[in-house]
């Protein structure tokens, strides 16, 4: 007899927009892709069609929007718990809500030298993300950032790796680094909202620190290797942020490759004289790690 081995539902893609009107005239705007997805005691609606446990998908996005209204959306870590713990407190047979939530960037413009009240503009595809599970006794968040594309023209070598009968790529001292970085940070476990609610100032601060890490250990250092690189991102954001258990990244290696163009009139543009490259969409490299704090088994 077939069982429900897992389950959870609800809604995806709650787009939602939120504006803070300050007495001097500026407003700050908050832009989010919400999701929330419950589990608990409803496998009679899968099994047998007994929808009585199901809150539907519709009121879940009507509480997505009621939450906004009623509580700060800043720091998304704040907004998560808060909307997750609703729903664990309000339906005694809902043990847990998945939210997941991302800022999309509006950044402020700056006209005539002045930062404008009202006015933003979309400067990349970079997001802020947070990922909260919230039971009933504990609240779980990971932190992040996503689609953070960057680019460094030097200042990175790859040399040193297996050389066998596979192996055509040659050993470089000097190449073009760049990634679209995926980086996480896991908090220790909150137990309740009001541990949550004590952390928010800590929120922003991780993300500055990892943002700012993360680009200036890309820039600063003289790259052996993709996986030493984010390694010591890791290192350094454990060290900025102690309530973090975790950090990681996933950083594809989107590659730039030389053009042999000798065949012109003899034109030089390989090793020391390449200017014109090819950039890659495919294949890329993928490298992947999670570091912790303290030791912890490899999964
Ligand atoms: O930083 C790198 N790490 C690798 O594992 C790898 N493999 C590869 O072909 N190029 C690179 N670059």
């Avoid at 909307?83 to 847990?96: C, D, P, Q, R, W």
């Avoid at 991302?102 to 947070?130: A, C, L, N, Q």
């Avoid at 790529?169 to 679209?180: A, K, M, N």
């Avoid at 909150?190 to 928010?200: D, P, R």
């Amino acid at each position: 007899m077939p069982s429900i081995a897992a389950a959870r539902y609800g809604k995806d893609n709650v787009r939602v927009y939120k504006v803070e009107r300050q007495a001097d005239g500026t407003q700050i705007v908050t832009e989010m892709t919400v999701c929330v997805l419950l589990e608990g005691e409803i496998d009679v609606s899968y099994t047998k069609a007994d929808n009585s446990p199901v809150v539907a998908t519709d009121s879940i996005k009507n509480t997505i929007y009621i939450k906004a209204k009623e509580h700060p959306v800043t720091p998304p870590e704040l907004y998560a718990a808060y909307l997750g713990t609703h729903f664990v407190e309000k339906y005694a047979h809902i043990h847990t809500a998945n939210v997941s939530v991302i800022t999309h960037r509006w950044t402020r413009m700056t006209i005539d030298g002045k930062p404008h009240p009202h006015s933003f503009y979309r400067d990349g595809s970079e997001v802020r993300t947070v990922e909260a599970k919230i039971s009933k006794n504990n609240i779980a968040i990971r932190s992040g950032i996503n689609g953070l594309l960057v680019l460094k023209s030097t200042g990175s070598q790859f040399h040193g790796f297996v050389r066998d009968e596979f192996t055509t790529l040659p050993e470089v001292w000097d190449r073009i680094l760049s990634t679209d970085v995926d980086c996480g940070w896991a908090w220790k476990t909150f137990t309740s909202m009001s541990a949550v609610e004590e952390a928010t100032p800590k929120f922003n601060r991780a993300w500055e620190g990892a943002r700012s890490i993360t680009m200036k250990t890309f820039a600063e250092e003289n790259s052996p290797s993709v996986q030493n690189t984010m390694y010591k991102m890791c290192e350094s954001i454990l060290e900025l942020v102690p309530e973090l258990d975790t950090v990681n990244y996933k950083l594809p290696n989107k590659h730039y490759f030389e053009i042999d163009l000798s065949w012109h009139k003899g034109i030089k543009n390989t090793g020391k004289d390449a200017e014109v490259y090819a950039p890659q969409s495919g294949p890329n490299g993928l490298i992947e790690v999670t570091v912790a704090r303290s030791q912890a088994s490899k999964l």
